[in-house]
């Protein structure tokens, strides 16, 4: 097999690249589903009690 050059020599180790945060979240697919389901949920919960508090009171 060929060496194309773009790997560490051996014996050596190179450190370990730091995945970002954000791919970190969009790989986690439970996360993904948790935000899905929870963050519509708040808001239209939100929107609700808006409103349920605008609403005039009936005689």
Do not use: H
């Not at 194309?4 to 589903?33: C, H, K, V």
């Amino acid at each position: 097999m060929a060496s194309t050059g773009d790997s560490a020599p051996s014996g050596t180790t190179q450190p370990a690249e730091r995945i970002p945060a954000m791919q970190r979240a969009y790989d986690n697919p439970f996360l993904l589903l948790f935000l899905g389901v929870t963050v519509p949920a708040v808001f239209y919960l939100m929107w609700g009690l808006i409103e349920l508090t605008q609403m005039p009171i009936a005689k």
